[in-house]
Structure formats: C-alpha cells, structure tokens
C-alpha cells in the first residue's frame, strides 16, 4: 500500500511537470483566487476593528439648561444607566467643561482671553452615552424624548452619529459584495483552467490509462496521479499567495494604523500565518481537487 501511494504520488508530480505552461497558468489564477479570498479575510478584520473604533468615539450626548439642578442630571443619569441598551453614562459639569475647553485650546491665546473676560460660565453640564450596539442608540434618543427630559435638557445630539454608522455600514457591505463577487468569479475561473489541465494530462496519457485498465489497474491508482496534481495546485498557490501577501501587509500595515491606530495588520498577519495557511489551503485544495475529480469522472464516463 505505502508502495503504491509513492507511485502515486510520482505520477502526480510526473504529470504536474509534463503538463508545465499549464500547470503554470492554473496555478496563477488559483493564487489570485486566494489573494482575493485571503483578502476579504483581512478586509473583514479591518472592518470590524474600524466599526469598533468609530463605535467606541460615537456616542449621544445630552445638554442641560443652565439652571438644570445638578441633582435632577444626576438623577437622569442614574435612569439611563437602568436602560439596558446602555453601555456606560458619563457626567460633564459645567465646570469640568469648561476645564476641558480650556485644556484642549490652551495653544489659542485669543480664545484663553475672550474666557477670561466673560462674567459666566457658557458651557453646558452634559451626560454622554454610550450603547452596547449602532442600532441601540434610536432607543436611547426615544428613552430621552419625553416631557420630563425636555424641561431640563437643550439639546440633544443623536443625528450625526447615527448618519456615521449607517454610512460606514454601507461602504462595509458594498466592499464585501464586491470582494466576494469577484472571489466567486476568479474561483470559478481557476476550477475551469484546473477542469482543463486534468482533462489535457488524462488525454495525453489515454493510451497507459488504457493498457492499466487491460491489467486490471484499481481506479484508484489511474484517478490518484490527478488528485495529487490538483492538490499541488492547492498547495502551491497558497504558499505563493502568502509570499505575496506578506510584503504587501507589512508596506500597507502603517497607513492603516494612521486612519485606524487599533490596527496592527502586519502583526495581525504573522500571529494569524498558520491560520491563514490552513483557511487557504483547505479552499484552494477543495476548489482544485473538486474540479479534477469533475475531470477524472467526465474522462471515465466516455
């Protein structure tokens, strides 16, 4: 038996080798097939840390009326922390923000002045709010929509956050259906040329095919030469993708961290290598031995 799988396997590889130019092409359009599958991986990453990111920035914020009783705020913000779809309430005094403002524009010595002259205070007491989920914060805004609230509160911000999450959201699943469309076209694309290669190796070898059959041959010797050409196919184009990609991330890695600083893609690809690998090769592995077996079965069938 152990005899029998070498030959095999130096069939195999006998046949890779016969059949180069097209060994070659199949094997490139399986690596693009897997760039692109790989990349849509990756892209799923960036995306989620990057709705995380905006998720962890975005947030409703509630502003008082300058003679709100700090107690009826406070009693505002312990109601909110009850409301399950909160995640955290945050509680600005009109002094703290003003304290903050001050902080944050402490480089703009015109602004410093102009505070400075003013016999009150201007800023606002606010509570920031902070959901669990996007979709979380309209039931928020409509907890805080009542007459009780009203009294007390000036403004409300709600729309633009909520504007920033739908629109990210359908750049994400744009980008996602294109990704998998094209990575649907370049499988397909790469079964094809796989179907073709097989088809070329098993016509080219009709006449020892058929003298096997006259000797009795198991069809599993005659078909197993094929499979092992099609997982080199596999094999090979996931190695190659990775090689590829690995120079690509690392160049890539520091402008992404400048538009998400959470973000570390070229760690993120060397601490997930092994993953990547098997996720890769089981794909490229299924997509070529599926359409080598469509081949060998077609071949057999005339």
Do not use: C, W
């Amino acid at each position: 038996m152990i005899t029998n799988l070498f030959r095999i396997i130096k069939y195999g590889i006998q046949s890779f080798r016969r059949n180069g130019l097209l060994s070659v092409a199949t094997t490139v359009v399986m690596v693009l097939a897997l760039l692109v599958f790989q990349g849509l991986i990756v892209f799923g990453v960036l995306t989620d840390t990057a709705i995380l990111s905006i998720q962890d920035k975005i947030d409703i914020s509630v502003y008082f009326k300058t003679n709100a009783p700090e107690n009826e705020i406070l009693n505002i913000k312990k109601s909110l922390e009850n409301v399950k779809e909160v995640k955290s309430v945050e509680y600005v005094s009109r002094e703290k923000a003003l304290e903050l403002f001050k902080e944050k524009r402490k480089d703009y010595p015109i602004i410093k002045k102009a505070l400075e002259e003013l016999d009150d205070n201007p800023l606002l007491a606010s509570l920031n709010i902070k959901a669990h989920n996007p979709s979380d914060y309209q039931i928020i805004a409509a907890f805080l929509d009542n007459d009780k609230f009203n009294e007390l509160t000036k403004r409300v911000t709600f729309t633009q956050s909520r504007q920033a999450i739908e629109r990210l959201t359908n750049i994400v699943n744009t980008a996602e259906s294109l990704g998998l469309a094209l990575t649907i076209l370049l499988s397909i694309t790469a079964a094809l040329i796989t179907f073709n290669t097989i088809m070329m190796a098993i016509y080219s070898n009709r006449e020892e095919i058929g003298i096997m059959r006259l000797v009795g041959a198991p069809n599993v010797f005659i078909n197993g030469p094929y499979i092992v050409q099609a997982i080199i196919f596999g094999v090979l184009a996931t190695i190659l993708s990775l090689l590829i990609a690995a120079p690509i991330l690392t160049l890539a890695s520091p402008y992404i961290s400048e538009f998400i600083p959470e973000m570390d893609l070229s760690g993120y690809f060397y601490n997930n290598l092994f993953n990547l690998f098997v996720y890769q090769l089981v794909f490229g592995s299924i997509l070529a031995i599926v359409s080598g077996s469509i081949a060998i079965r077609k071949y057999l069938k005339l």
